[in-house]
């Protein structure tokens, strides 16, 4: 069997590199490096960092999120226990153990946090956001000891938080940031508003697979 096999997947490599295997290594190899990209649509090519975030907004926008800027990092807690309490839902929520959102000043509200893994009866969860693609209002979410992907999921109510500076125009892009990072994490999220379906009655049910609310605080000045 293992002769057949070696027999079978020779006359492929040599079918494909024209009887040089070695050439053909090397382009596979080059590809795999440089990831050429294919044609990217017009809508996202090419925006100024302004233009990006707007679209990135109208799109998140017309999946159902809610987008609220603030100036600087530190106006981060006071948004979110804005958001709660304008939608009467519980100050208790747990963040994500990243130090980008332990560092907030979340004793200047009346907030009760804890940082961790998301629990079966946390209602709110805070998490931040590698990258967002503003072609389709997507936020991109990567996996790690600071970024467990059971909180995107599990509590109802999903708070993220992003850099403006963080918002590219496409998928190709948000890749190509990842892959810079020279640590490909074992999950990527791809996260488009609130979980729905369609699927009962064909009427719209929000919180269907996961949260119900997808809330996204956008800090501009990328800190």
Known sequence: ?????????????????????????????????????????????????EARENLFVTMAEEADATVARVAVGGDVPREIARYLAERNLPARLVAAPDPKLENLPWQETALELRHGIAADDDAVGVTASFAAIAETGTLMLVSGPASPTRNNFLPETHVVVLRAADVVGTYEEAWERLRAARAMPRIVNFITGPSRTGDIAQKLELGAHGPRRLHIVLVEDGA
């Open 1 to 49: 069997m293992s002769d057949a096999r070696d027999e079978i997947l020779g006359r492929i490599r040599a079918a494909v590199s024209d009887g040089r295997p070695d050439a053909a290594r090397a382009d596979a190899a080059s590809r795999l490096e440089t990831h050429p990209r294919n044609l990217v649509p017009a809508r996202a090519r090419d925006l100024g960092a």
